[in-house]
């Protein structure tokens, strides 16, 4: 799913112009944005928590010519699902992806 079928379903649900739904999500995306970068920590009851956290200096390689080089630490932000989330989709079909997935 992206961006566009959330506000093709927020269209629906509410029965608003796509356009307003655009700026809907955008809105809400825009606060999630802001409030990961500044406080480092988004939760949402019932849903799942984004967090920022620091990936480890490593040393990475060149798979052509095996050459070493350092990789800086770095700012990643992680999601974990809510309670409600987890079983939601512990008990919906697999998707298309996660059965190709499977089969490999």
């Not at 506000?7 to 809400?28: M, N, P, W, Y």
């Not at 490593?58 to 798979?63: A, E, F, K, M």
């Amino acid at each position: 799913m992206i961006k566009a079928d959330i506000v093709k379903r927020l269209s629906d649900g509410l029965k608003l112009q796509e356009k307003d739904a655009l700026v809907v999500v955008d809105t809400i995306l825009d606060i999630m944005r802001k409030i990961i970068a500044e406080q480092g920590r988004l939760e949402i009851r019932d849903f799942g928590v984004f967090q920022t956290k620091v990936r480890k200096p490593r040393i990475g390689r060149n798979p052509k010519n095996k050459v070493e080089y350092p990789i800086p630490p770095r700012r990643v932000v992680t999601f974990k699902m809510g309670k409600e989330v987890k079983l939601a989709r512990l008990q919906s079909p697999p998707s298309p992806t996660e059965s190709e997935e499977a089969n490999n």
